[in-house]
């Protein structure tokens, strides 16, 4: 379900809607190529290549998800979904938040590239905000409100 500019000239602000927007694997590949997605029921693994000395050293990060921890940060335009990390050396990254026990995942850059998020009218596309998410077999679904 997408949100269309007549419904929001006719009902004003529709802060009740939510818009589910669907993160494949392809999505997410796309949006970051230096990362190799898992997806399980419940469960997201990360592979990457961390450079060494002389070496590239492949880690994988294992994250449980936490339905309900999301963090939308306005100012850097960054909307993370925080999941439980069942790995313990967690890298330091730009696309990366650690929370607590809780370790999040910049999705905004994949969102961008579903056909959803086109169809939003531009006075919206930057007060949508992550509810919440569900990660499946075949991709990450989300969860998205328009901010007042």
């Given at each position: 379900m997408g949100l ?9 602000n ?13 999505i ?7 990362l ?5 029921d419940?469960?997201l ?7 060494g ?5 492949k ?6 998800e ?9 100012n850097?335009g960054r ?9 313990k050396?967690l ?5 990366f ?9 910049d ?5 961008k ?10 006075q919206f596309?930057?007060?949508?905000a992550?509810?919440r ?6 991709g990450?679904k989300l969860?998205?409100?328009?901010e007042?």
């Amino acid at each position: 379900m997408g949100l269309f500019v007549e419904d929001l000239l006719n009902f004003g602000n529709l802060i009740d809607a939510e818009i589910e927007v669907y993160l494949t694997q392809d999505i997410l590949k796309s949006a970051y190529p230096n990362l190799n997605f898992e997806l399980e029921d419940g469960l997201l693994k990360i592979q990457m290549e961390t450079k060494g000395f002389l070496f590239k050293k492949k880690r994988e990060i294992r994250l449980s998800e936490n339905t309900n921890s999301v963090k939308n940060d306005r100012n850097t335009g960054r909307r993370y979904i925080l999941m439980r990390a069942l790995t313990k050396d967690l890298p330091k990254d730009d696309i990366f938040l650690v929370d607590g026990e809780l370790f999040g995942i910049d999705v905004w850059p994949a969102v961008k590239l579903t056909e959803v998020y086109e169809r939003v009218p531009k006075q919206f596309k930057e007060r949508l905000a992550i509810t919440r998410y569900k990660i499946k077999k075949d991709g990450i679904k989300l969860f998205l409100r328009v901010e007042k």
